[in-house]
C-alpha cells in the first residue's frame, strides 16, 4: 500500500497543552500516513517529538502567527504587529520551505497560522488542511472592534484556500459554519 506524505506545520517550540495534542493527532494518523512535522529548530518540542520517533522537518526562523483565540493578544496591540512583519519578513523561507516537502497533505496545526494556506495552494501541489485548536474570543455586541472584521477575514480565507478545515470544539465549528 503506498501511503500518502503528511506534512504537519506546528509552529510553538514549547510543548504546553497543543504539544501534547499534537503527538496525539500525529501517532492517530500514522496509521495512514507517513508524517513529518515541521517544527521550530532547536526547541523543547522539536526533542519531544525526536524523543517519540515522529520525523521532524526543523525551521529556524519565526512564522509569524494571526494571534486570534481567547485569552490571546489584543489584535490592535505591538505583539500582533510584530507577527505581521515576521509574516511578511519570512515569507520567501516559508514558501521554500513548503516547495521543498514534498507532502501530498499538508496540514496547519492552528489557525493562527491558516495565513499559510495561500502559500501552500500557490506554491505547492499539496492539499491543505487547517486544525483549528483554538477558542474563538468572546464577541459582544459594540465592543471588541475589529474582531468581527478579523473573524470574517479567517473565515473567507480558510474556505478559499484550505481544502478541509477541522475543529477542536463543536462551539468553534458551529461559530466558523463553514460549508
Same mark, same amino acid.
Given at each position: ?94 514558501? @521554500?520551505?513548503? !516547495? ?5 497533505? =499538508?496540514?496547519?496545526?492552528?489557525? &493562527?497560522?491558516?495565513? %499559510?494556506? *495561500? @502559500?501552500?495552494? !500557490? ?5 491543505? =488542511?487547517?486544525?483549528?485548536?483554538? &477558542?474563538?474570543?468572546? %464577541?459582544? *455586541?459594540?465592543?471588541? !472592534? ?34
Amino acid at each position: 500500500m503506498n501511503r500518502k506524505k503528511l506534512i504537519i506545520i506546528h509552529h510553538c517550540g514549547t510543548i504546553g497543552g497543543s504539544g501534547r495534542s499534537l503527538l496525539q493527532t500525529v501517532n492517530m494518523l500514522s496509521e495512514k500516513y507517513d508524517i513529518s512535522v515541521l517544527c521550530p529548530a532547536d526547541s523543547q518540542m522539536s526533542v519531544f517529538l525526536t524523543d517519540n520517533n515522529i520525523d521532524v522537518i526543523p525551521y529556524s526562523f519565526r512564522l509569524g502567527s494571526l494571534s486570534y483565540y481567547s485569552g490571546g493578544p489584543d489584535i490592535f496591540g505591538r505583539t500582533f504587529f510584530k507577527e505581521i512583519l515576521y509574516i511578511l519578513k519570512n515569507r520567501r523561507r516559508r514558501i @521554500e520551505l513548503l !516547495k521543498n516537502c514534498g507532502a501530498d497533505l =499538508i496540514m496547519i496545526n492552528s489557525v &493562527t497560522e491558516s495565513f %499559510i494556506a *495561500k @502559500e501552500i495552494k !500557490k506554491y505547492t501541489s499539496s492539499k491543505c =488542511i487547517c486544525f483549528v485548536r483554538e &477558542t474563538l474570543p468572546h %464577541i459582544k *455586541k459594540g465592543k471588541n !472592534k475589529g474582531y468581527g472584521f478579523f473573524f470574517n477575514f479567517l473565515k473567507r480565507y480558510m474556505e478559499k484556500y484550505c481544502d478541509g478545515v477541522f475543529f477542536i470544539s463543536d462551539f468553534d465549528r458551529l461559530s466558523y459554519n463553514l460549508s
